[in-house]
């Protein structure tokens, strides 16, 4: 059983740590590590505290249960720590969330494993279900999800290979270079629940300790030794007569086609840059990039900066080059909506990593701290109520509300300059498209001198600039801060099922899968991080939903295997019935209705989010159906 491994301190030290402790995860440490709940009635709560740090508690608050957690964790030193059972875990996560979680259970007590156990590890192995001779797995992409899938490939023993374009792991992260790159996911969630980090230097971690935690994780698994670095699918083709897909590949070998049984697709959907269509696009005379492929030898010291585009990406890096710049210009299409969070560049402090380390299911209460809001309480937010009456305001009444918090607490940032007030307060729904973490540093930047925020839609580029209502903005620097082609999946692999069905023929601009896993007519094929598998506040992150999907490939893997067959597939009815269910329930959302546009809703219909709880995806990918395919 784990234990509790405090080092021989003095009180005064273990106070110290506790200073800075998540009072609302500490406290429900407590109750789990002591089996009394009582400690939880002393915690006072007000409307949305699973969204403010500390709870929205008050320091003499938070000191007078940081007590009350001191004195009963002195006790517990060596006692014998196990996981919460199911009526104390019912008990605690029922007071925190505020509603009965009887039917979240299976779900939560995953999270709460002992050390070095991981309950969606593959419960089988290659060996055991007589495989076919020379069979293998084809993962495309060493990302977040490639890297996860090559893990559990490794644990049931099937032999397979990784293709990764790039020459080093990390995917978007690896990619993604632009200044200020961080997650706007708490660090505590981004990572594997099987293998959490519990020193993440910051609350929203950069870049760099992202792609070094990929890092050291594909090390330590080992599946990094199975990675092609620099090789790129160009093709896929399913072979009828033998059961294969034909991979066409080009790297440092040259080109050359290599086949497996089955191919894993971990491409993602932030991959891919997008660059409007914007009239002499390609006639400035300058430098100009997009922000997924920062030139990093030009030095902006002094230049003129013209940024197109004011999504999660030029959130987070025109605060960084405002005062290097001479002069950034800004153009916008439509303003993002900013949620609080005072700490997003903030350090996680020294105790807090001691916490983690030592204190047993601290980390694990931490996480769900995170998790819960979006387990209940985020996605509501963003459904349709036909009798509020939905508007390009607001499609509900808790819509509504929520419209108001996030304007007043962007509204007290704008009391200085009321000129930006139009600009910067959105007018479309809250949801409709993706909300940014703010702790006032972009209203901020938005107010300096050597910034200038363009509302007007841009005409055309020309040689020394922008043109937008009538008037030229020279500049010397272009960056297209413009997003990517999120909803062109597996793109520009050309891929090819039965029959020579050609799967971007199929889907005609409209992507669909089944879980976004599978998709009729190509066997053997699945997606991670596929259509409509997108997170909108349902909580965790997608390496949450990663790890859900994979556990559902890996299940089809041994179903197929154990089957005797060659190829396995989704039925077309199954499939149809399911994406109609996906399309209604995104249409009566935030991001369905409005008509406000973007990478959440391409078209009028929205290919990448999922509009359903994140227990309604766990459920329905915890294992695979028979019923649900055919094996041949």
């Not at 996560?93 to 309950?119: R, Y």
């Not at 293709?163 to 995917?171: A, R, V």
């Not at 092609?228 to 050359?256: A, I, K, N, Q």
Request: proline content about 7%; charged content about 20%; glycine content about 10%.
């Amino acid at each position: 059983m784990a234990r509790a491994s405090f080092p021989d301190l003095d009180e005064d030290t273990l106070r110290e740590h506790l200073v800075d402790a998540e009072i609302p995860a500490l406290v429900m440490t407590v109750a789990h590590l002591t089996g009394d709940v009582s400690l939880l009635g002393e915690l006072p709560r007000s409307p949305g505290w699973l969204f403010a740090p500390q709870g929205g508690l008050t320091p003499e608050q938070q000191e007078s249960l940081r007590e009350r957690a001191f004195l009963a964790l002195r006790r517990l030193r060596g006692q014998e720590v196990r996981p919460p059972g199911d009526d104390l875990l019912r008990a605690i996560t029922t007071w925190a969330m505020g509603t009965d979680t009887a039917e979240l259970l299976p779900l939560l007590a995953e999270g709460f494993a002992l050390p070095g156990e991981d309950p969606r590890a593959p419960r089988w192995t290659f060996a055991e279900l007589s495989p076919p001779a020379g069979f293998r797995v084809a993962v495309i992409g060493a990302g977040f999800s490639g890297l996860l899938a090559a893990r559990r490939l490794a644990e049931a023993g099937v032999p397979f290979v990784v293709y990764e374009k790039n020459p080093d792991l990390g995917g978007t992260w690896f990619e993604n270079t632009y200044p200020g790159c961080r997650t706007d996911v708490a660090s505590h969630l981004y990572d594997y629940s099987f293998a959490p980090r519990a020193d993440w230097p910051d609350h929203f971690s950069t870049r760099d300790d992202v792609l070094d935690y990929l890092r050291a994780f594909a090390e330590e698994s080992g599946v990094g030794e199975h990675v092609r670095y620099g090789v790129e699918v160009g093709t896929m083709r399913w072979d009828e007569r033998d059961s294969l897909w034909h991979l066409g590949t080009s790297g440092p070998d040259g080109e050359r086609t290599d086949t497996c049984n089955v191919v894993i697709s971990a491409v993602g959907q932030l991959n891919r840059p997008s660059t409007p269509d914007i009239p002499g696009r390609d006639a400035f005379a300058g430098t100009a990039f997009h922000s997924a492929a920062w030139d990093h030898s030009v030095d902006l010291a002094g230049k003129r900066v013209a940024v197109i585009g004011t999504g999660a990406s030029a959130y987070q890096f025109i605060p960084e080059i405002a005062g290097v710049a001479a002069e950034v210009v800004v153009f916008q299409r439509t303003p993002p909506w900013l949620r609080p969070t005072p700490h997003y560049h903030d350090p996680v402090p020294a105790g807090a990593h001691w916490l983690h380390r030592h204190l047993p299911h601290y980390g694990r209460w931490h996480r769900f701290w995170l998790f819960a809001p979006g387990l209940r309480g985020i996605l509501e937010g963003w459904v349709v109520d036909p009798d509020h009456p939905p508007t390009e305001r607001a499609v509900s009444a808790l819509n509504e509300d929520l419209r108001a918090g996030l304007a007043a607490a962007m509204e007290a940032q704008l009391a200085d300059a009321p000129e930006l007030r139009d600009a910067v307060i959105p007018r479309y729904p809250v949801g409709a498209k993706r909300v940014l973490r703010d702790n006032g540093r972009w209203i901020a930047t938005l107010k300096r001198d050597d910034v200038r925020l363009v509302t007007e839609p841009i005409e055309r580029i020309t040689p020394t600039g922008v043109v937008a209502g009538g008037a030229a903005v020279d500049v010397d620097v272009l960056v297209f801060a413009t997003g990517f082609r999120a909803s062109h999946f597996l793109a520009p692999m050309v891929v090819t099922g039965r029959a020579g069905v050609d799967l971007h023929e199929t889907w005609n601009g409209a992507p669909r899968a089944y879980l976004g896993i599978a998709v009729p007519d190509f066997p053997n094929l699945f997606c991670l991080y596929g259509p409509n598998t997108n997170l909108v506040g349902q909580g965790g992150s997608i390496v949450y939903f990663s790890e859900c999907a994979t556990s559902y490939v890996l299940d089809a893997i041994r179903l197929l295997l154990e089957s005797g067959k060659s190829a396995i597939q989704v039925r077309r009815d199954v499939h149809d019935r399911y994406n109609e269910w996906i399309d209604s329930g995104n249409r009566n959302r935030a991001w369905g209705w409005s008509k406000v546009g973007g990478w959440y809703n391409e078209g009028g219909r929205s290919a990448v989010n999922w509009p359903y709880s994140a227990q309604e995806y766990w459920q329905r990918t915890h294992e695979v159906d028979p019923d649900d395919h055919e094996l041949s």
